[in-house]
């Protein structure tokens, strides 16, 4: 089974980067499959930020994060990333790593399910 563990969240000013990092273990697939990362803020609805598919790179991003977050994975060490650049007080959440086996890179999209989680690691930014 497939088991994803967040790493990375911290407190960061206004303006600031963070990278997370999603290790994704017992990934012994050769076949593709999609990731994602979630985030949820105390009270609000789980937000999707963005989306990759494992064998072709495909990635999708809310609005919200576009020109400012970037998902890429390494594919060697099985690790999915979340660079965030220029964060604002906005982005402060619970953020989530999940994946998915159904489906190919055209059903990896913002809005599909998934069906496992990490525990998730806190990121949050002050103004």
């Known amino acids: 089974d497939l088991e994803l563990v967040e790493s990375g969240g911290d407190s960061v000013q206004a303006g600031g980067s963070l990278r997370l990092s999603c290790a994704a273990n017992?990934?012994?697939?050769?076949?593709?499959?999609?990731m994602a990362w979630f985030r949820q803020a105390p009270g609000k609805e789980r937000e999707a930020v963005a989306s990759?598919?494992?064998?072709?790179?495909?990635?999708n991003y809310a609005n919200s994060v576009k020109g400012r977050f970037t998902v890429s994975r390494d594919n060697a060490k099985k690790i999915l990333y979340l660079q965030m650049n220029d964060v604002k007080p906005e982005d402060s959440a619970m953020y989530y790593c999940?994946?998915?086996?159904?489906?190919?890179?055209?059903?990896?999209?913002?809005?599909?399910?998934?069906?496992?989680w990490g525990q998730g690691t806190q990121v949050t930014v002050s103004s």
């Open positions: 999940a994946a998915d086996f159904s489906g190919g890179s055209w059903f990896c999209t913002l809005s599909r399910s998934f069906d496992t």
């Open positions: 990759f598919y494992t064998k072709d790179g495909n990635t």
């Open positions: 017992g990934d012994n697939y050769q076949s593709g499959y999609c």
